[in-house]
């Protein structure tokens, strides 16, 4: 390891180090009647500068070593179906293990929410190679759709859920004709665009969307018209009545965690099954090449209208439970960092790939509960593992994917 090594890795640290100063060198503090300060944390900016210096010089003794670090290939995970029946078993125990609290119930149902937006994405960004930078819009639209029902029309969330879902793919269709001819950069601009179109117009459409206030007062789901609730309205049954139990606020928590573990399941279900459909296939042909998926005779815009209607309708779907769940909805739930988190997700679990969407949303939506330091720095952490995985495992965690077709091998003559 010569000298020119370690200046290398110097310019990286102080590159580090002046990139970290103005993101966590400095936060303001709360000083009381004498306003606002500011308090320095260059020992962050210290770290960060050191970690890059350090892993610069760790990758130059790797390639000294001859390992070739960017092509490390992991084998081939094939243990899909039992993994994500593993998966599915430990998903329907949880409420009803010892260490079940409500705070361990409320993160799980949040990570399931992120699940089936990672599904929802995956069919445009995984199948279709469409790369959408303004998912959240959808996932809003969904939301919005569902308060606003209820407070016009007063449906309730089974009744509201297939309008907000249609009126979401409605939107997925709006986007996709403007989007038909464009690809990569172009195309994750303009989506971006529109999301953040679709944040503005919450923001200022105060008469429809109450603004920067929000809506409040979104119902509940009940159990066939039973709600979760001490005393229910009208002096009718309730779910803890009916089945003569004693009130817990846990019942509603567990009854909300498994209908979008229902969500989720069902998300999941459509997704394979439309795989292995000509349109499934169709998606597929449409990311691996275009002028070829023309020349087969497919039409690429049905195959990207398509793409894009059902990946915002299961994202519309998605954003219903958040506001039933919720109970309130404003646009700040909305910003362009959910985007960022959801394509996270979809591209550390690996394109295409179901069960690593899965692992992927585990990881990244616990990790803020790991600490003050992983919450204050998670886009920070997200960004990190983003460059980790495009240098070392560029396919995802789990690229490996069931093939659409199985051929039989062809019979000896």
Known sequence: MGSGTVKDAALAGVVAAILALPLAGFQSVDLGTAGLGIE?????VAIGAGAVFFGRLALAFLRGLHVNVPSVALPRFQGGRLLGGVLVAAAVALPFVPFASRD????????LIYVM??????VVVGLAGLLDLGYVAFYAVGAYSFALLAGWLGLGFWEALPFSGLLAGTFGIVLGFPVLRLRGDYLAIVTLGFGEMVRIVLLNWTNVTGGPNGIAGVPAPTF????????APHDGMTFHGF???AFDAQQ????LYFVILALALATNFLTLRLR??????AWEALREDEIACRALGIDPTKVKLSAFAIGATLGGFAGAFFATRQGFISPESFTFQESATILAIVVLGGMGSQTGVVLAAIVLVSLPELGRVFAE???LIFGAAMVLIMVWRPQGLLAWREPSIRLAAAEAR
């Open 377 to 379: 720095f998670r886009m």
């Open 252 to 255: 509603k928590m567990i009854f």
């Open 276 to 281: 292995r459909l000509p349109i499934g296939r």
């Open 117 to 122: 937006l990672g599904w929802g994405l995956n």
């Open 104 to 111: 361990v119930i409320y993160l799980g149902t949040t990570i």
């Open 40 to 44: 320095t944390r260059f020992s962050y």
């Open 243 to 245: 089945f003569g139990i």
């Open 224 to 231: 066939f018209g039973l709600p979760f609730t001490p005393r």
